[in-house]
């Protein structure tokens, strides 16, 4: 069973802080990464992205990967309160070399406090 | 563009009874998700399609549900005889797949089921 965990939280961080937000996966051939955030009752939008080792960066938010430990996080700097949703990890299902859908985990519920 | 629109926004429904559930994808997206998605879960995958190919369909939950894009355009999610444990977020993405970074899944706002 191909699996992504997170860390359910809630993570409670006051506004201005960072915040650091983790996942790890199952599927060794999982290439590329993803980071959904979830407003209560509304639809996942995605916010980033990430293919290779290290880190991407993309205005507040940072993309961590590390194949080797399986491992995918997201720092946000400068936490707002506008930025307290549930984060979605997910990972691209590897079908021995094709690729198809998403593996989402259960997701980080982030409260950001003023 | 519009994004991805999903009809209904809300239905609710007597257990036994069928339900289908329309997607329209971003117009130029090749490719078409559903998921399912309960409280406190991620969405769970159900199935896809590339055009009008049902490329993966194992995964629904059961042969009471079927999926459906007949001309490569929008799509259908029905469940036949539902049950309580069928009430949950059906969620609707499109991709474009196969030019440059495309695995990006875009979601409609989703269909809540309750069944009574």
């Known amino acids: 069973q191909k699996e992504v965990e997170q860390n359910s939280g809630p993570l409670s961080v006051p506004e201005g802080a960072i915040a650091s937000l983790n996942c790890t996966y199952s599927d060794r051939g999982s290439q590329s990464f993803f980071w959904y955030r979830q407003y209560s009752g509304k639809s996942p939008e995605l916010i980033m992205f990430i293919y290779s080792n290290g880190d991407k960066e993309d205005g507040r938010f940072t993309a961590q990967l590390n194949k080797a430990s399986q491992y995918v996080s997201l720092l946000i700097r400068d936490s707002q309160p506008s930025d307290s949703a549930t984060y979605l990890c997910a990972a691209l299902e590897d079908y021995g070399g094709s690729q198809g859908n998403l593996i989402f985990g259960k997701g980080t519920k982030l409260s950001v406090k003023p | 563009d519009t994004g991805v629109s999903q009809n209904p926004r809300h239905k609710i429904t007597k257990r036994g009874q069928n339900v289908t559930f329309r997607c329209d994808p971003i117009?130029?997206?090749?490719?078409l998700y559903w998921y399912r998605q309960t409280l406190g879960q991620g969405p769970e995958f159900l199935t896809y399609f590339q055009n009008e190919a049902q490329l993966e369909k194992s995964r629904l939950l059961s042969d009471r549900f079927s999926a459906e894009r007949p001309k490569g355009s929008f799509s259908t999610l029905e469940i036949q005889r539902t049950e309580q444990g069928d009430s949950a977020m059906y969620l609707c993405?499109?991709?474009?797949w196969g030019w440059g970074e495309t695995e990006k899944l875009f979601f409609g706002s989703g269909t809540q089921l309750s069944v009574l």
């Open positions: 117009s130029e997206h090749n490719r």
């Open positions: 993405a499109s991709s474009l």
